[in-house]
C-alpha cells in the first residue's frame, strides 16, 4: 500500500523560509514523477510544482524562483524549499505521485 506523509509546515513571517519532506512507503520514488499541490482556504487545489524521475523540475508562475522542489532517493523522500514566502502561499500543501495523495501540511504565512 502506497503511503505519502507530509511534514514541515507551520507559521512563518513574510519573506521567511520553510522547508516540507513528503515521505513515501509502499514505493519506490526513484521512479516515479512526484508533484506538489496546494490548497488555499476556499479555493481549488492547484498544481505547484513537479520532479520527474531523471530530476526534471517544473514550477508554476507564482513560486519559480522561490520554491525549489528535489528529491532524495536514498530516502525516498522529496522536498520543497520554500524561501520568501508571502501571504497568499497560505496553504494546505499536498505531495502526490499517481493517485495516491499525502494527507496535506499546514503553511501559514503572516505576521
Known amino acids: 500500500q502506497v503511503q505519502l506523509v507530509e511534514s514541515g509546515g507551520g507559521l512563518v513571517q513574510p519573506g521567511g523560509s520553510l522547508r516540507l519532506s513528503c515521505a513515501g512507503s509502499?514505493?519506490?520514488?526513484?521512479?516515479?514523477?512526484i508533484y506538489w499541490h496546494r490548497q488555499a482556504p476556499g479555493k481549488s487545489r492547484d498544481w505547484v510544482a513537479t520532479i520527474t524521475a531523471g530530476g526534471v523540475t517544473n514550477y508554476v508562475d507564482s513560486v519559480k524562483g522561490r520554491f525549489t522542489i528535489s528529491r532524495d532517493n536514498a530516502k525516498n523522500t522529496v522536498y520543497l524549499q520554500m524561501n520568501s514566502l508571502k501571504p497568499e502561499d497560505t496553504a494546505v500543501y499536498y505531495c502526490?505521485?499517481?493517485?495516491?495523495w499525502g494527507q496535506g501540511t499546514q503553511v501559514t504565512v503572516s505576521s
Open positions: 502526490r505521485t499517481g493517485n495516491n
Open positions: 509502499g514505493i519506490d520514488f526513484r521512479y516515479f514523477v
